[in-house]
């Protein structure tokens, strides 16, 4: 079962098709409860600027909400995109 760890084990193209789909804040929201080197993987497959930005001016998250983000992104995974 892949975890939202797993995600720098994708390859970064493939991700990044995949992340186009999903909404930026949801992506910011899973990342807040996530390992500095998956965070920095996944920011490197993105809108940079756009994810620093979102970054920056969110506010603090409940894990349950970074959870819930992070099965979001996972069930998609999930549905054939990788």
């Avoid at 720098?8 to 186009?20: F, I, S, T």
């Avoid at 600027?49 to 920056?56: I, M, P, T, Y």
């Amino acid at each position: 079962m892949m975890t939202f760890e797993d995600l720098e084990k994708v390859d970064g193209n493939r991700l990044a098709e995949a992340l186009k789909s999903i909404d930026m804040e949801t992506l910011v929201r899973a990342c807040a409860g996530t390992s500095p080197s998956n965070k920095e993987f996944i920011r490197g497959v993105v809108d940079t600027e756009r994810f620093d930005a979102l970054v920056k001016e969110f506010p603090p998250t409940r894990i349950e909400d970074i959870d819930k983000a992070q099965n979001e992104i996972l069930e998609f995974i999930r549905k054939g995109t990788l």
